[in-house]
């Protein structure tokens, strides 16, 4: 059966690859997406680290409730709650009579023509923010909780070796312990690096069109289901793969001789 | 007013205790210019506490550390500062795992002194033909040998041009064999002139350059004096019973180590 339905299905991607136009745009903002919520997540997510390590009593509770809240409820609802809040603010705003926070109805793109085919990118429009900052304010407390576990594995000798020459703690951090802790983390960061494109589907929920809403697009306009998602998963696995790829080699050009 | 007569080191009555234990309970010793300080003990008996209050990696809970006069304990002292005229070196060695041996000792110049690459590159080359690692600057850590990391580990501590350096069993965590080129250098160093504490169970070491000689036991003093003192007529009975211990385990003695009952 299978077999004899094979042929079809090939035609069928054939023809989801039609959409190339489509299925490209939604590719560069899925990796738009990604490259900002996996930036955000990285500095702030290295902040919260050294934070909740180093950041005394008061510091490293805010830091660890942050992370403990962002990792314990569900990505979806946290990128409700960024969407919607703006609106419930207006609304409070609007019953106290008060001025409110103009929220859609801007964006930043551009246009191209490729092959004959006219492409618009938007780079960023309230939606596009919501998500990237939603993703990225998410992917800050795992990425934090891998930046914590490498800087542990550091330890407490390199930083009082540091301070016993008159470096401060703040040096300390700064030209000991990060330079070796970020080398470490590498092999356990590279897991945030290849889940994070697949969380940024989600985005699709508050319209925002990446490659899956583009899928979406795709199958309502031809009912190819199958078809189409097979070629999204097989644009995923590509991306992965380079990622992990990419950070096996950083990981090894990186690593310090000897150990 | 009278400075040039002030020790370089005074401890005065120090206490420390972390949650119950108390580690130190009432140390006091002063060191002068150019003196090699001692101190011996039983595992446990709080020396490593006693060097971490110094530099205040660990403060002492009551007492005083006075650096060439200045209180360490004031409030508005710079720690930073006072520590960068304090040179440690570690058991462990403790070097810095991404840096080669050149950068683990030049890092210091640099990012505490403030001395431009070039001037800390000549410095740190220095500090490390004094403990004759020269050679072996380009490498990192892991591809040296216990012994040559804690050559770089003291060059790191000189390079500084510290007042004093504290040294935290030395040799301890090195191999037989290795340890020798580690003690040549410090007997070197103290030689030359440098202001020194040491944690150290080698009598040799001490017999050739200690100043003075402190016992400590469960985080008193119980005996000091000098190296010829402790090897021809120490008075405390714990005392004798450690240093028959040591003469066991390097094989200077006819008796077998007691150990300890199971049970203990």
Same mark, same amino acid.
């Given at each position: 059966? @299978?077999?004899?339905?094979?042929?079809?299905?090939?035609?069928?991607?054939?023809?989801?690859?039609?959409?190339?136009?489509?299925?490209?745009?939604?590719?560069?903002?899925?990796?738009?997406?990604?490259?900002?919520?996996?930036?955000?997540?990285?500095? !702030?997510?290295?902040? !919260?680290?050294?934070?909740?390590?180093?950041?005394?009593?008061?510091?490293?509770?805010?830091?660890?409730?942050? @992370?403990?809240?962002?990792?314990?409820?569900?990505?979806?609802?946290?990128?409700?709650?960024?969407?919607?809040?703006?609106?419930?603010?207006?609304?409070?705003?609007?019953?106290?009579?008060?001025?409110?926070?103009? @929220?859609?109805?801007?964006?930043?793109?551009?246009?191209?023509?490729?092959?004959?085919?006219?492409?618009?990118?938007?780079?960023?429009?309230?939606?596009?923010?919501?998500?990237?900052?939603?993703?990225?304010?998410?992917?800050?407390?795992?990425?934090?909780?891998?930046?914590?576990?490498?800087?542990?594995?550091?330890?407490?000798?390199?930083?009082?070796?540091?301070?016993?020459?008159?470096?401060?703690?703040?040096?300390?951090?700064?030209?000991?312990?990060?330079?070796?802790?970020?080398?470490?983390?590498?092999?356990?960061?590279?897991?945030?690096?290849?889940?994070?494109?697949?969380?940024?589907?989600?985005?699709?929920?508050?319209?925002?069109?990446?490659?899956?809403?583009?899928?979406?697009?795709?199958?309502?306009?031809?009912?190819?289901? !199958?078809?189409?998602? @097979?070629?999204?998963?097989?644009?995923?696995?590509?991306?992965?793969?380079?990622?992990?790829?990419?950070?096996?080699?950083?990981?090894?050009?990186?690593?310090?001789?000897?150990? | 007013?009278?400075?040039?007569?002030?020790?370089?080191?005074?401890? &005065?009555?120090?206490?420390?205790?972390?949650?119950?234990?108390?580690?130190?309970?009432?140390?006091?010793?002063?060191?002068?210019?150019?003196?090699?300080?001692?101190?011996?003990?039983?595992?446990?008996?709080?020396?490593?506490?006693?060097?971490?209050?110094?530099?205040?990696?660990?403060?002492?809970?009551?007492?005083?550390?006075?650096?060439?006069?200045?209180?360490?304990?004031?409030?508005?002292?710079?720690?930073?500062?006072?520590?960068?005229?304090?040179?440690? &070196?570690?058991?462990?060695?403790?070097?810095?795992?991404?840096l080669k041996?050149i950068d683990n000792v030049s890092i210091g110049l640099r990012r505490?002194?403030?001395l431009?690459k070039?001037e800390a590159h000549i410095k740190a080359l220095?500090a490390l033909?004094?403990?004759?690692?020269?050679?072996?600057?380009?490498?990192?850590?892991?591809?040296?040998?216990?012994?040559?990391?804690?050559?770089?580990?003291?060059?790191r501590?000189?390079s500084?041009?510290?007042?004093?350096?504290?040294?935290?069993?030395?040799?301890?965590?090195?191999?037989?064999?290795?340890?020798?080129?580690?003690?040549? &250098?410090?007997?070197?160093?103290?030689?030359?002139?440098?202001?020194?504490?040491?944690?150290?169970?080698?009598?040799?070491?001490?017999?050739?350059?200690?100043?003075?000689?402190?016992?400590?036991?469960?985080?008193?003093?119980?005996?000091?004096?000098?190296?010829?003192?402790?090897?021809?007529?120490?008075?405390?009975?714990?005392?004798?019973?450690?240093?028959?211990?040591?003469?066991?385990?390097?094989?200077?003695?006819?008796?077998?180590?007691?150990?300890?009952?199971?049970?203990?």
């Amino acid at each position: 059966m @299978i077999l004899q339905e094979l042929p079809e299905l090939v035609d069928d991607i054939l023809r989801v690859l039609g959409f190339w136009d489509q299925l490209l745009i939604g590719l560069a903002k899925t990796m738009w997406l990604y490259m900002w919520a996996l930036l955000i997540g990285f500095f !702030l997510g290295l902040l !919260l680290a050294i934070l909740r390590q180093y950041g005394g009593r008061v510091l490293s509770r805010i830091s660890t409730g942050y @992370i403990e809240l962002m990792r314990g409820t569900p990505l979806l609802a946290q990128l409700f709650l960024f969407y919607f809040l703006p609106y419930s603010i207006n609304s409070l705003l609007r019953a106290e009579g008060l001025p409110y926070i103009p @929220i859609g109805g801007w964006a930043f793109y551009t246009t191209t023509e490729i092959f004959g085919r006219s492409l618009t990118f938007v780079f960023i429009d309230h939606i596009t923010l919501i998500g990237i900052l939603t993703l990225g304010l998410n992917s800050a407390a795992y990425q934090a909780e891998y930046f914590r576990g490498s800087i542990m594995s550091v330890g407490t000798g390199q930083l009082e070796a540091a301070q016993s020459l008159g470096m401060s703690r703040r040096k300390g951090i700064f030209h000991v312990i990060l330079p070796q802790a970020l080398r470490r983390v590498i092999p356990a960061w590279s897991n945030e690096a290849a889940y994070l494109p697949k969380y940024t589907v989600v985005v699709f929920y508050i319209g925002v069109t990446e490659l899956f809403a583009k899928a979406h697009h795709i199958i309502s306009e031809t009912f190819l289901t !199958l078809a189409a998602y @097979i070629v999204v998963a097989v644009i995923f696995l590509v991306i992965i793969t380079l990622i992990s790829k990419g950070l096996d080699i950083v990981h090894k050009r990186t690593a310090i001789p000897g150990l | 007013m009278e400075k040039k007569y002030e020790k370089v080191l005074k401890v &005065v009555d120090v206490w420390k205790s972390y949650e119950d234990l108390e580690v130190l309970k009432g140390i006091s010793f002063e060191l002068g210019e150019q003196e090699v300080k001692v101190i011996f003990g039983p595992s446990g008996s709080g020396k490593s506490t006693l060097l971490r209050c110094i530099n205040m990696l660990s403060p002492p809970d009551k007492g005083e550390i006075f650096l060439s006069g200045q209180s360490l304990m004031a409030s508005e002292v710079d720690l930073n500062a006072m520590r960068a005229k304090i040179g440690m &070196v570690f058991q462990h060695f403790n070097l810095f795992a991404h840096l080669k041996a050149i950068d683990n000792v030049s890092i210091g110049l640099r990012r505490v002194k403030g001395l431009s690459k070039e001037e800390a590159h000549i410095k740190a080359l220095e500090a490390l033909r004094r403990v004759k690692m020269a050679e072996w600057a380009n490498h990192y850590p892991a591809q040296l040998s216990g012994g040559q990391q804690q050559r770089v580990g003291i060059a790191r501590a000189l390079s500084m041009e510290p007042t004093l350096i504290l040294f935290d069993e030395p040799t301890s965590a090195l191999d037989p064999e290795l340890i020798g080129e580690v003690l040549q &250098v410090m007997l070197d160093i103290a030689k030359a002139g440098t202001t020194m504490v040491v944690v150290t169970h080698e009598m040799g070491f001490a017999r050739a350059v200690a100043s003075e000689m402190i016992f400590i036991d469960k985080g008193v003093i119980i005996e000091r004096g000098t190296p010829k003192h402790f090897s021809t007529s120490p008075k405390s009975e714990r005392v004798k019973h450690f240093l028959k211990q040591i003469d066991i385990l390097y094989g200077r003695h006819e008796e077998l180590l007691e150990l300890p009952d199971e049970d203990d």
